[in-house]
């Protein structure tokens, strides 16, 4: 079955699910593990993704984590492919370091936001990394100390997690403790790792009460949310998938009208988009950079890559080409 498409556009909230390639280490010592927060300290920056909660253990890694402008796939490319080279370097190693797709789950904020806060920060204590909440509050390798105040990451969103627990830090991060502790024996939750109905009912018992009822809730196993939340993100996908198509369109019908008034003008179409400067080729360029922009839509970078200059060749040519015609009909001096 080929794989479904991610579901993002920016401002997602996303719980992220990085493993190592047939389960194996990830890191393997303190300086493995700065390099890993370093890394996405510096790309979270740079591409304006909000992380809230993360948690690094041995052979995988959990990121809660809001997507930027340039959208999650970018930052987890720079990410994991940066680190996976610096980690390899290091230990003189080949190969994939990461599962070739990680995982991504399109969260319900409004349901899932603080349990999987939670969830993700109490990794490091299921797993044995830490043997008590004690010392949890002071494992550098997990947001969870940075949000009790114990470190500061200027990186993590610390301001917006604790706002879900109250208005005042203090109170907020009392209740953040308390929250916390009363997760320990939840164990698990197989229910926050993943989408679909199951998950997002929590278990089968409720998807089969909803079902007595004659009520079908929509689902899909990228998004952990109800069926209202599913429809919802589905439609916005679909919408979205339709204007990228529309704008591929567009571009092939721009290129095929390039080269029909190539044609027509008897120039090549290679030596226009290789550049070429040549007065008659600079001049069906000018009229062409009017087409792109005006009836066909293109950007300054696309109707530059197109026509073989840089986007600020594009934009000088459609000055000249407006001062050229208020010149026109003024009488000579």
Known sequence: MPRQARLDTPG??????IRGIEGKIIVTDNLDRQS????????????????????????HAHLLLRSGPFGLPNYMRRFLTGYA?????????HGHLFQNRYKSIVCEEDTYFKELVRYIHLNPL??????????LNRYRFCGHAVIIGRYRNDWQDRKYVLSWFGSKKDIAIKAYRQFVRKGIGLGRRDDL?????I???????????????????????RILGSGQFVEKLIHEA??????????????KKAIAKIKAICKK????????????????????????????????????????????????????????????KRNQGRPLK
């Open 12 to 17: 997602t909230l996303h719980h992220v699910i």
């Open 36 to 59: 890993f927060i370093n890394r996405m300290r510096t790309i979270a920056r740079e591409t304006e993704t909000r992380i809230y909660a993360w948690a690094l253990m041995t052979n």
């Open 85 to 93: 080279v610096s980690y390899n370097r290091r230990h003189r190693r």
């Open 126 to 135: 299921r797993a044995k990394l830490v043997d008590t909440i004690s010392e």
């Open 193 to 197: 790792v993943g989408g679909g109905l």
């Open 199 to 221: 998950r997002s009912q929590g278990g089968w018992t409720a998807v089969k009460s909803i079902r007595r009822t004659g009520v079908r809730e929509k689902s899909d196993e």
């Open 238 to 251: 679909d919408n979205t998938r339709k204007e990228h198509f529309s704008a591929s369109e567009r571009q």
């Open 265 to 324: 003008e008897k120039v090549s179409y290679e030596a226009l988009t290789a550049g070429a400067r040549r007065q008659k080729i600079s001049r069906i360029r000018t009229r062409l950079a009017k087409i792109m922009l005006d009836e066909f839509g293109l950007t300054l970078t696309q109707t530059g890559h197109y026509l073989g200059v840089s986007p600020s060749a594009i934009a000088n040519a459609r000055k000249r080409k407006k001062i050229s």
